[in-house]
């Protein structure tokens, strides 16, 4: 991790600054009658799962280019993990996919105690062969015709539970690459048929706490149709399997003009949303930065979060990032992220609801969009740097990250190696 003194120091710089800023904008907020200290301690408790394989270079279908110092385990990860969440203090959590992180489960608890971090949702799996991996998933896993590979697929997904049991998760998360290339490949209810028998054998399984959450995508690896492909299909799963099942919404996982927040409401309205992949994406599952494309569209998402959270006694979906950096530092972008869903969290935090309500009951469509639009365009980057500053992390966490020298450090440690996990998930 980053020194202390290098944290300090990088923040004795900024303090005064942020410290005027932060009194201006609880001023501008004060006038619109909020607390900006009440709206600081719902951010400072906010928190996001990084994926762990979030932190190695991704590729495109083309190539990869890896960066120096990339992690050669799993618990190189964790040491990124770490950095990420000392200096943002906004990732407690860290996603495991299975078995790309498979460790000693002992090993793994202690390396993510003592470095302050707990596991978030268990990932499997069946979307790629593994070395020595009985039968092949080249033509679907939990849907696939063959009862024994989709057995295979089912003992998978309960390994990762056992794993996840051991380290403290409490969540299983599915996203299956089943589906079909060509029409008149498959017979869509048979197929779906198979995946909702596999899913229900998976179900059961499930410790009482736990929860399942299954992930829809509209296309890619297979181009023609897919199993899970959208929300509709997704509440189907969440409904048919019972409660501990749910909906994850990954951000990329639709087409372009689709309206998600739309869909984030109806899955709150009957009780099944789960949980988020976040990130952003230009044309299809680009897994690009969250909010690097359209902020607008995750303020949006979050103004049906925070409308839920007023409404609903325990509302508490799970919140994680799923991207695959190609040009970047992984690092600096999960922590440019990071921020980025926390920043539009207290954007919607600050939306006018009252008034919101009064538009809406009086048609008036002009002045609805004006408040969700005021309340996106106040910089609330003076409360994040605030939340970040009191809870130990750094005012300014990319410029903290470069001035420490971290990447070129480990880079010192770690020598190239291919085949860490990464990728487009
Ligand atoms: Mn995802």
Redesign the pocket.
Known sequence: MIKDSIIEEHNNKRITQLQSHYNMLAEQLGERGLDIYLIKEKVAEFGVAV?SWGVGTGGTRFARFPGPGEPRDVMDKLDDCAVINQLTRATPSVSLHIPWDKADPATLRDKASSLDLKFDAMNSNTFQDQSKQMYSYKFGSLSHTDAATRQQAIEHNIECIEIGKTIGSTSL?V?VGDGSNFPGQVNFADQFSRYLESMEAIYKALPDDWHIYT?H?IYEPAFYSTVVQDWGTNFLIANELGPKASC?V?L??HAPTVNIEMIVSRLIQFNKLGGF?Y?DSKYG?D?LDSGAIDPYRLFLVFNELVDAEQRIKSFNPAH?L?QSHNVTDPIESLMNSAMEVKRSYAQALIVDRKSLIEYQNNNDALMASNTLKHAFRTDVEPLLAMVRYENGGAIDPIAAYRSAGYRAKVAEQRPEVSGAGGGI?
Request: hydrophobic share 25%; proline share 6%; net charge negative.
């Open positions: 994926p998360t996203w992930e995508k994850l990954d990329g996982h992949h990130n599952d897994d994680m799923d998930v």
